[in-house]
């Protein structure tokens, strides 16, 4: 689902398997510049855990957010792993609510924080809003905002920050 150069002149992967259990998982595999593995781990719970986005953080690790039917307050949340740049786990946790919640993409922002966008239903029948979360270094929401009208179905896919401080999506 996501591949980025990373700074060693390598790469870091992430995608879904099937392959160690009869559910979906993310796997994030780590490769040199000549394609050979580095590491690779597989993550997830015993539920389908799935579209997973990756980024290399400015500590040389990674960061990825995924959807997830394992963790979580609802049917589908959102999931952020934290990993070293062994892909040894940091941290994790989930935002949602009650119904489906999940995730885009993530960027790291200037106070080493990060930016989360992606969609949340907060209403039944299903109608879906923008959902921004701010987290600082170590996975503290710091603010969590929502985006759209009434009854209409509104999604994002990307966000940056702006040069003064602030985010477009």
């Keep these: 689902y996501s591949v980025q150069q990373t700074s060693d002149g390598g790469y870091i992967i992430v995608g879904e398997t099937n392959s160690v259990g009869m559910h979906g998982q993310i796997w994030v595999i780590k ?12 993550f997830g719970g015993s539920n389908n855990d799935y579209y997973p ?3 290399q953080t400015d500590d040389n690790g990674y960061i990825f957010t995924a959807r997830t039917y ?7 949340d959102l999931w952020v792993v934290k990993l070293d740049e062994n892909g040894a786990e940091q941290w994790n946790t989930h935002f949602g609510k009650q119904f489906f919640d999940y995730s885009s993409k993530i960027q790291q922002t200037s106070d080493g924080g990060y ?3 992606g969609s949340v239903n907060l209403y039944q029948p ?9 987290i600082d270094s170590d996975c503290n929401e710091q603010w969590n905002r929502t985006f759209g009208e009434s009854q209409q ?3 994002c896919e990307s966000v940056l920050q702006t040069h003064d401080g602030g985010y477009i999506i």
């Design 115 to 117: 930016i989360i966008v």
């Design 70 to 76: 394992s963790f979580g307050a609802g049917e589908n």
């Design 153 to 155: 179905e509104d999604f």
């Design 126 to 134: 299903v109608l879906w809003d923008v959902w921004l979360i701010k």
């Design 53 to 55: 986005y990756i980024i």
């Design 31 to 42: 490769t040199d510049g000549e394609g050979n593995i580095v590491w690779d781990k597989i």
